[in-house]
């Protein structure tokens, strides 16, 4: 009995595992409203865009801290410029993903909101 | 396997976003306990293992399905490994940078781990297989485990938050 359901929990688990690679190779990801349309506030990107990394207070996590931060920019337009284009290996560039308008909320977002510069 | 998920995270544009968090506030702290838990059903593996070969003698008798037992806290593990891969994948891709020392050597040891599972897995079911094999990589799934949770879940209960839930 107990064997059977470990065998039949394997099945389960291989086929989880099939459906993993799937969704790898075939979701994209949530791209924000396009231009011209209502944008999104700034923590709401942040949320659906950056929290995955840097934490959803930008504590930090894979990405590092951005609360009390950035010392490293000494202007919102560095920052600006930064996320735009990303750091290969390090973070994605968001022109790509984000709208222009988006990426200014978002870094105004940081900026102000968790980095208090 | 392992190169194939090496290369997966390499090539594929990291998301950057969230993925799943259940209960959690955040990924991050999903993955950090989920693989914890993983953690915690890979030493259920490295006893049940360890007494299958008769290196400890707890229990006396073995049960009829201690077997069951080791394998089902083998998938359990491996089930809990897949939301965490995918979102190391998916939305943060493999680090090539070693001088970023800590997502180098955990982006290498999330390879190995897989591939050592892979072969795991092709091992115990081969009919040929020398007695000696399956210990050693079994061994290697451990403590790749191990090293995995101490460049992830150790990092962030200490660096970023704890309970951090």
Redesign the interface.
């Known amino acids: 009995m107990f064997e059977r359901f470990v065998n039949g929990f394997q099945v389960l688990v291989a086929i989880a595992a099939v459906v993993t690679v799937v969704l790898l190779l075939t979701v994209s990801p949530t791209v924000a409203e396009p231009a011209g349309t209502a944008v999104a506030s700034g923590a709401d990107l942040f949320v659906s865009n950056c929290a995955g990394c840097h934490g959803a207070g930008g504590e930090g996590g894979a990405g590092p801290a951005l609360a009390g931060g950035l010392t490293r920019f000494s202007s919102i337009e560095e920052v600006v410029a930064f996320v735009s284009t990303g750091v290969p290996g390090a973070m994605p560039g968001f022109e790509t993903r984000l709208g222009p308008d988006e990426i200014e909320a978002v870094v105004d977002h940081v900026w102000v909101e968790l980095a208090g510069r | 396997m392992a190169i194939a998920v090496g290369v997966?995270g390499s090539v594929?544009?990291?998301?950057?976003?969230?993925?799943i968090s259940l209960f959690f506030?955040?990924?991050?702290s999903f993955k950090a306990w989920t693989t914890t838990l993983i953690l915690f059903f890979a030493f259920g593996q490295l006893y049940s293992a360890l007494r299958i070969w008769g290196k400890v003698k707890i229990p006396k008798t073995m049960p009829s399905?201690w077997g069951?037992l080791h394998?089902?806290s083998g998938?359990l593990a491996?089930?809990l490994s897949?939301?965490v891969?995918?979102?190391c994948?998916?939305?943060?891709?493999f680090?090539?940078?070693f001088t970023?020392l800590r997502?180098f050597s955990h982006s290498v040891l999330g390879c190995l781990f897989y591939g050592a599972f892979a072969a795991k897995v092709t091992l115990v079911r081969s009919p040929e297989t020398p007695s000696w094999s399956l210990p050693v990589v079994g061994g290697v799934v451990f403590t790749t485990l191990v090293a995995i949770w101490l460049t992830s879940s150790l990092w962030?209960f200490t660096?970023?938050?704890f309970p951090g839930v």
């Open positions: 997966y594929h544009d990291p998301a950057g976003q969230q993925t506030s955040n990924t991050l399905w069951d394998r089902l998938t491996f089930a897949l939301p891969a995918f979102h994948l998916w939305a943060l891709g680090e090539p940078d970023e997502r962030f660096a970023v938050a």
